[in-house]
């Protein structure tokens, strides 16, 4: 599977730089094979200490059928300028593929003590202190800049669950017993769960025309979809551009652009012990149609000038053209004419006359068209035309 990346908001614990407090990170895995190496979690940033650049590390992957953490310099051991020895955190209970087990990797700013619990048996602990023990000076953890986590990027298998806390691990949040002694999955939050994806880059004036999804929704369960798009993301919050509410394989209309992002909140039934559950969502989206060029161009030179001519697309798709022009032939790569540098936006015209070239010299020309709908959206080159300007011509 391709895995789960995930970047949190300023203010979230992963999503700030600086001095952190207590932490843990939460999940529950049902592995397929258990294989060496395969990696769950993965988060690599940086911070600056004293002028040097200092590489951070938290990792979590599979080794003889445990489950294995490094952790490299995350902690701020004194305002040191030098990097930290990596720490290693390692499961004793063997993870048994097709069968479920709980997570936590934990540490607490009170007592500098960092703990791996795996079905709510502590199987790992360190003092991250001075002294390396209880009685020591605490470190706090310091992260850099702030990077995406990524889960099960090489993993086989079910993950979920995670939840990231500004918290250290306890025992209530995990577990409860029932009248066997089994051991029951934490209970889901009754306000629900939600994710987003990047923004997603499709083509110029794009249109989604509907989003399908591979899901299970349990009765007393609901799973909500949003949708927004734009031809330019960088400007974008939580709130602009607007989220429209969608349903699944409804059809859309009104949502174009270059960019489509995608919302989907999913709410448990009123005990919060289930939950929807989505594996795969796809957004069905029409790109603009090239315009075909002209078929027929023509070249006449001038005097320190070309004029191209040509004649209209049969294609109703256009909207203009662009001319394209150069001194090889199939680069169009000139920059001195007096109408600007190639390619020149002409318009919804059929002829075109080119100043500031060069007597002597041959030019090389070509028409595209571009789509009535969207400029931007530009259909293949017409055939090549040629003309050398000579000062004995006519303008």
Same mark, same amino acid.
């Given at each position: 599977?391709?895995?789960?990346?995930? %970047?949190?908001?300023?203010?979230?614990?992963? *999503?700030?730089? /600086?001095?952190?407090?207590?932490?843990? !990170?939460?999940?529950?895995?049902?592995?397929?094979?258990?294989?060496?190496?395969?990696? !769950?979690?993965?988060?690599?940033?940086? +911070?600056?200490?004293?002028?040097?650049?200092?590489?951070?590390? &938290?990792?979590?992957?599979?080794? +003889?059928?445990?489950?294995?953490?490094?952790?490299?310099?995350?902690?701020?051991?004194?305002?040191?300028?030098?990097?930290?020895?990596?720490?290693?955190?390692?499961?004793?209970?063997?993870?048994?593929?097709?069968?479920?087990?709980?997570?936590?990797? @934990?540490?607490?700013?009170?007592?500098?003590?960092?703990?791996?619990?795996?079905?709510?048996?502590?199987?790992?602990?360190?003092?991250?202190?001075?002294?390396?023990?209880?009685?020591?000076? !605490?470190?706090?953890?310091?992260?850099?800049?702030?990077?995406?986590?990524?889960?099960?990027?090489?993993?086989?298998?079910?993950?979920?669950?995670?939840?990231?806390?500004?918290?250290?691990?306890?025992?209530?949040?995990?577990?409860?017993?029932?009248?066997?002694?089994?051991?029951?999955?934490?209970?889901?939050?009754?306000?629900?769960? %939600?994710?987003?994806? +990047?923004?997603?880059?499709?083509?110029?004036?794009?249109?989604?025309?509907?989003?399908?999804?591979?899901? @299970?929704?349990?009765?007393?369960?609901?799973?909500?979809?949003?949708?927004?798009?734009?031809?330019?993301?960088?400007?974008?919050?939580? @709130?602009?551009?607007?989220?429209?509410?969608?349903?699944?394989?409804?059809?859309?209309?009104?949502?174009? /652009?270059?960019?489509?992002?995608?919302?989907?909140?999913?709410?448990?039934?009123?005990?919060?012990?289930? =939950?929807?559950?989505? #594996?795969?969502? =796809?957004?069905?989206?029409?790109?603009?149609?090239?315009?075909?060029?002209?078929?027929?161009?023509?070249?006449?030179?001038?005097?320190?000038?070309?004029?191209?001519?040509?004649?209209?697309?049969?294609?109703?798709?256009?909207? *203009?053209?662009?001319?394209?022009?150069?001194? %090889?032939?199939?680069?169009?790569?000139?920059?001195?004419?007096?109408?600007?540098?190639?390619?020149?936006?002409?318009?919804?015209? =059929?002829?075109?006359?080119? =100043?500031? &070239?060069?007597?002597? #010299?041959?030019?090389?020309?070509?028409?595209?068209?571009?789509?009535?709908?969207?400029?931007?959206? !530009?259909?293949?080159?017409?055939?090549?035309?040629?003309? %050398?300007?000579?000062?004995?011509? +006519?303008?």
């Amino acid at each position: 599977m391709g895995g789960l990346r995930i %970047r949190g908001n300023e203010g979230t614990f992963f *999503g700030t730089e /600086g001095l952190k407090g207590s932490f843990s !990170i939460e999940f529950w895995l049902c592995p397929s094979i258990s294989e060496n190496g395969e990696v !769950i979690l993965n988060w690599e940033s940086s +911070k600056e200490i004293n002028g040097n650049l200092i590489f951070q590390h &938290l990792n979590a992957i599979f080794n +003889k059928g445990h489950l294995e953490w490094t952790i490299s310099n995350l902690f701020d051991f004194f305002n040191s300028d030098k990097e930290d020895a990596d720490i290693i955190m390692k499961g004793s209970t063997n993870i048994i593929p097709d069968t479920w087990s709980y997570h936590a990797l @934990s540490y607490d700013c009170e007592t500098g003590l960092l703990e791996y619990v795996v079905n709510g048996i502590t199987e790992d602990i360190r003092y991250v202190t001075s002294t390396g023990t209880e009685d020591g000076e !605490i470190s706090l953890v310091f992260l850099g800049t702030p990077s995406e986590l990524q889960f099960c990027t090489e993993y086989t298998g079910k993950i979920d669950g995670i939840r990231i806390l500004k918290r250290a691990y306890s025992q209530p949040d995990f577990q409860s017993a029932d009248n066997a002694g089994k051991l029951s999955p934490v209970q889901y939050l009754p306000s629900g769960g %939600r994710f987003v994806t +990047k923004p997603i880059m499709v083509s110029n004036g794009s249109t989604l025309n509907s989003i399908s999804a591979e899901m @299970s929704v349990p009765s007393k369960t609901a799973v909500c979809y949003y949708v927004r798009s734009g031809d330019n993301f960088y400007g974008w919050t939580d @709130s602009y551009p607007e989220w429209k509410p969608v349903e699944a394989d409804e059809q859309l209309t009104g949502i174009t /652009g270059l960019y489509f992002q995608l919302a989907v909140e999913l709410f448990p039934d009123g005990d919060g012990a289930v =939950t929807p559950s989505i #594996t795969q969502i =796809t957004m069905n989206y029409t790109e603009l149609a090239d315009p075909l060029p002209p078929f027929v161009v023509k070249a006449a030179a001038g005097n320190g000038s070309v004029t191209v001519s040509w004649n209209y697309s049969v294609d109703d798709n256009a909207g *203009g053209y662009y001319l394209y022009y150069g001194t %090889r032939s199939g680069e169009y790569l000139g920059r001195i004419a007096l109408e600007g540098e190639s390619p020149i936006n002409v318009g919804n015209i =059929t002829s075109f006359t080119v =100043t500031g &070239l060069e007597n002597g #010299t041959i030019y090389y020309f070509a028409v595209a068209a571009w789509s009535v709908y969207d400029n931007r959206v !530009i259909g293949n080159l017409s055939k090549e035309v040629f003309a %050398r300007p000579l000062a004995r011509l +006519k303008k």
